[in-house]
Antibody, heavy 121, light 108 residues
Framework: EVQLLESGGGLVQPGGSLRLSCAAS????????MSWVRQAPGKGLEWVSG????????FYADSVKGRFTISRDNSKNTLYLQMNSLRAEDTALYYC??????????????WGQGTLVTVSS | DIQMTQSPSSLSASVGDRVTITCRAS??????LNWYQQKPGKAPNLLIY???SLQSGVPSRFSGSGSGTDFTLTISSLQPEDFATYYC??????????FGQGTKVEIK
């Protein structure tokens, strides 16, 4: 059974840093693209960052480029999101999502339950 | 970046109603369009992929159509468990995927 378990969220001051983790089970991270998607309180979904299954390429939304870094530890089957220079507008529930491709169409077929990041002084 | 615009932002409907939600892309995305349902306090759930293919386990009252820039999600007969927020997502650009702003379906 595929499971994604996020952790690492919390309250941080503006300008601070936080590292989110997503422990995956039931599949191997190296076989699938993975993404982080966030949702500000009462707002819609925003794709934040992604990493290819082979780990060779990473991608970021313009809103986080240069501040966030996606990575993974294959030995732990865990995905990370290092978030630096945090701003109030980064406050959101952060989901990790497993990518898949069906008939050449990419999609997210599994999501974690999310971890809440609050940026406030 | 490709922008996705959904309409309406919210709607009120009754059980048994036919409901249609539209999603428009700022440029052609072929059929690289997915639909998700999100209930309060839960993660999104995939309903439709590749514009019109039903994800396994999703009831057949859900259907999708469209290509290029204009897409629709239709619920043929709204059920109590369908009251939720629906999002479209484009996956045309490699790992730079954007969502629509969402459509909240509420009980009339």
């Amino acid at each position: 059974e595929v499971q994604l378990l996020e952790s690492g969220g919390g309250l941080v001051q503006p300008g601070g840093s936080l590292r989110l983790s997503c422990a995956a089970s039931g599949f191997t991270l190296t076989s699938y693209a993975m993404s982080w998607v966030r949702q500000a309180p009462g707002k819609g979904l925003e794709w934040v960052s992604g990493i290819r299954g082979n780990g060779e390429s990473t991608f970021y939304a313009d809103s986080v480029k240069g501040r966030f870094t996606i990575s993974r530890d294959n030995s732990k089957n865990t995905l990370y999101l290092q978030m630096n220079s945090l701003r109030a507008e980064d406050t959101a529930l952060y989901y990790c999502a497993k990518g898949a491709s069906i008939v050449g169409n990419a999609l997210f077929d599994y999501w974690g339950q999310g971890t809440l990041v609050t940026v406030s002084s | 970046d490709i922008q996705m615009t959904q309409s309406p932002s919210s709607l009120s409907a009754s059980v048994g109603d036919r409901v249609t939600i539209t999603c428009r892309a700022s440029q052609s995305i072929s059929r690289f369009l997915n639909w998700y349902q999100q209930k309060p306090g839960k993660a999104p759930n995939l309903l439709i992929y590749a514009a019109s293919s039903l994800q396994s386990g999703v009831p057949s009252r859900f259907s999708g159509s469209g290509s290029g820039t204009d897409f629709t999600l239709t619920i043929s007969s709204l059920q109590p468990e369908d009251f939720a927020t629906y999002y479209c997502q484009q996956t045309y650009t490699t790992l730079s995927w954007t969502f629509g702003q969402g459509t909240k379906v509420e009980i009339k």
